[in-house]
């Protein structure tokens, strides 16, 4: 056999959305300050997160906008990258879910690489969170027939990992 016919297509993993996530509670202050520093990191618009259920303990009420997030779809290694590199391109492996999620914290926003400190938005940190998935995945969310995925082609923990680890990171 030829060594194009020993890999499967079907079994290359790909990033298929990184979402940014900033959570800021009940200030409309650092809410502002988060939707700016999302809008500097990346070219889509981000939105803000409502919420849905009262909390009396927490002083939240429905429809309160309590934090910011912005989804990326397309182009994503790079910005992949910048965010890796500000975690030293470390990780540990409960950053790791058991479906080929991974997720992580970036205590202060000047660590990315191409982010200068603004004194406006003064230190905020967010949470980055990736999903990957394998040629083939749409077959579960399509409208028409849409049908279970085979355990063998789910994204398992160690699949992610191996990933990771091939591009570069350490995972701990």
């Known amino acids: 056999m030829t060594e194009k016919n020993k890999t499967n297509p079907m079994k290359e993993i790909k990033i298929e959305k990184i979402t940014l996530n900033l959570g800021v509670g ?21 939105v803000k997160t409502i919420t849905k259920k009262r909390i009396p303990g927490w002083g939240l009420r429905p429809g309160l906008a309590i ?27 409960k950053n790791f879910d058991d479906n080929g999620n991974f997720s992580f914290g970036i205590p202060e926003y000047i660590d990315i690489k191409g982010l200068d400190y603004d004194p406006e938005l003064k230190i905020i940190g967010l949470e980055a969170a990736v999903t990957l998935k ?29 990933f990771v680890k091939g591009l570069g990171i350490e995972v701990r």
């Open 26 to 46: 009940k200030s409309e202050d650092l809410l502002k300050k988060g939707l700016i520093l999302l809008q500097k990191l990346t070219p889509i618009k981000p």
């Open 67 to 93: 934090g910011c997030k912005v989804t990326i779809r397309n182009d994503c290694n790079e910005l992949l990258l910048r965010l890796l590199a500000a975690k030293d391109n470390m990780l540990d492996e």
């Open 134 to 162: 394998r040629p083939g995945f749409r077959v579960k969310v399509r409208k028409i027939k849409s049908t279970s995925l085979g355990s063998s082609h789910k994204v398992s923990k160690e699949d992610t990992i191996m």
